[in-house]
């Protein structure tokens, strides 16, 4: 089958899907780290493929940007196609002087004031959560990776561009909830996975901060966040 924004047939999408936003960071994915990958969607430019790695089957595609577009996305996998897992692996921008460029952020939680979960299911929680046993694949697979993790709450936003009267308040609410760091679609992904009764987790890497200034190019972003990908990966096909 397909739906209105995959084309794959049942069966060409693996039970874990790794999802970056960004659909060119899937294709770089699917051709620096699968083995014999195949690509099953094209539709809109959402590029998704399929092939193995550790000789085990797993799957990339992207999700777009913002909550909607993941929720989209990974509702349709977990729904119509039996994906019973799906890692987020996105950028993220620091809100902490000790979390810097390129650290990997393990997402524990994701808080928002978005509507989203509200509107379709009714759930008004504003923190939504990963799957515990999903998160301890990862960990685990940092461990083995031997590359540090920071592990903490991400800010899951409706707006990227805020104005700069606003930014500072928003800022200091958002370190009062507890967040780390600010991205823009975990908060989503989570819901649907608790709607559909399925597996969520979220790896991040930092592009930017909110403290130091620093940031990342477009390119880098897509290029170079190799060990999120490698934790993802080794968590994707674990036992």
């Known amino acids: 089958m397909s739906t209105p924004h995959n084309q794959a047939a049942m069966g060409e999408i693996a039970k874990t899907?790794?999802?970056?936003?960004?659909?060119?960071?899937?294709k770089m994915i699917a051709e620096t780290f699968l083995e014999d990958p195949v690509q099953f969607n094209t539709v809109r430019g959402m590029l998704g493929y399929t092939g193995t790695y550790n000789g085990k089957k797993v799957s990339v595609m992207g999700s777009g940007m913002g909550i909607p577009s993941i929720g989209i996305y990974s509702y349709?996998?977990?729904?119509?196609y039996g994906v019973e897992n799906i890692i987020r692996i996105g950028s993220t921008g620091s809100m902490k002087e000790d979390l810097h460029i390129y650290?990997?952020?393990?997402?524990?939680?994701?808080?928002s004031e978005s509507t989203y979960a509200y509107l379709q299911s009714g759930d008004e929680n504003k923190l939504q959560m990963p799957t515990p046993e999903l998160c301890d694949k990862l960990k685990a697979a940092a461990a083995k990776c031997n590359i540090p993790m920071y592990e903490g709450i991400a800010s899951s936003g409706d707006v990227f561009y805020y104005e700069d009267e606003v930014l500072a308040d928003r800022t200091g609410n958002l370190l009062e909830k507890g967040c780390?760091?600010?991205?823009?679609?975990?908060?989503?992904?989570?819901?649907?996975?608790?709607?559909?009764?399925?597996n969520a987790a979220c790896l991040l890497t930092v592009?930017?901060?909110?403290?130091?200034?620093?940031?990342?190019?477009?390119?880098?972003?897509?290029?170079?966040?190799?060990n999120m990908m490698k934790i993802a990966l080794e968590a994707a096909t674990a036992e």
């Open 207 to 226: 592009s930017d901060s909110l403290v130091t200034h620093e940031e990342t190019t477009a390119e880098e972003r897509q290029n170079s966040f190799t």
């Open 17 to 26: 899907v790794l999802m970056p936003g960004d659909p060119l960071r899937a």
């Open 180 to 198: 780390v760091c600010a991205e823009m679609e975990s908060f989503g992904l989570f819901h649907n996975a608790k709607v559909c009764g399925k």
């Open 76 to 80: 349709e996998l977990y729904k119509f």
């Open 103 to 111: 650290d990997v952020v393990l997402v524990t939680g994701a808080y």
